[in-house]
């Protein structure tokens, strides 16, 4: 079994900062791609940010130059800097791993049940 499991959210006033973690654990052999999405209230879930296994790093227009994504391989852990926070951050947040498992022949997407950050004005 593969578990992700984000930490970090909260709430925070306008321009402040957070930092969210997503640790993988499981019988995990290979993690091509990291990333973060998002869900805010009533919205469809979109894309934050992803990080490749060679730190090849892509963002939402929306958080570029705020928030920054980053991974340490050795742990299998993947983070997510958020500054100058604003309220349409505010959202459920979701860890999400491109994994290949011991036994598997291919990759597959897995998910975290996802971390609330509220961002208040």
């Keep these: 079994q593969v ?7 909260g709430l925070v006033q306008a321009g402040g900062s957070l930092r969210l973690s997503c640790a993988a654990s499981g019988s995990i052999r290979s993690i091509n791609v990291m990333g973060w999405y998002r869900q805010p209230p ?3 879930r979109e894309l934050v940010a992803t990080i490749t296994s060679g730190a090849s790093t892509k963002y939402a227009d929306s958080v570029k130059g705020r928030f920054t994504i ?11 800097q958020m500054n100058s926070l604003k309220p349409e951050d505010t959202a ?30």
């Design 3 to 9: 578990q992700l499991v984000e930490s970090g959210g």
């Design 42 to 44: 009533g919205k469809q």
């Design 70 to 80: 980053s991974r340490d391989n050795a742990k299998n852990t993947v983070y997510l």
């Design 92 to 121: 459920v947040y979701y860890c999400n791993a491109d994994l290949r498992t011991y036994g598997s022949s291919q990759s597959y997407p897995y998910w975290g049940r996802g971390t609330q950050v509220t961002v208040s004005s």
